[in-house]
């Protein structure tokens, strides 16, 4: 299973792109896109291609629950920072979905 996280655009040059992920920038193949991007759109990236544009509501939410996660691993190792709940995320090692009653997951 592969981890997305969201890539914002910060240049685009025909079928390519260079993207910002939490300062890290690297070029990307935007062929198998079926879409436009322009910069300032967030994408998800595998294997060097952006597959799929995702709203920016979505990438910030994203992008903020993996600052999370950053910082609960920072305050399991004694470096300070993070919250119960992530915290309890990285010692399970799983999201714990709740069922919403009525619902089948």
Request: with cysteine; net charge negative.
């Amino acid at each position: 299973m592969c981890l997305a996280i969201p890539s914002k655009v910060i240049e685009k040059n025909d079928l390519t792109a260079m993207v910002d992920v939490c300062g890290a920038r690297r070029e990307v193949n935007l062929m198998l896109l079926p879409e436009e991007v322009d910069v300032g759109d967030y994408v998800l990236v595998h294997a060097g291609f952006a597959m799929q544009k995702i709203a920016r509501e979505a990438a910030e939410s994203s992008l903020s629950f993996f600052g999370r996660l950053v910082e609960a691993e920072k305050a399991r190792d004694g470096e300070g920072g993070g919250d119960d709940e992530m915290a309890e995320v990285l010692r399970r090692g799983t999201i714990r979905w709740e069922k919403t009653p009525g619902k089948e997951v």
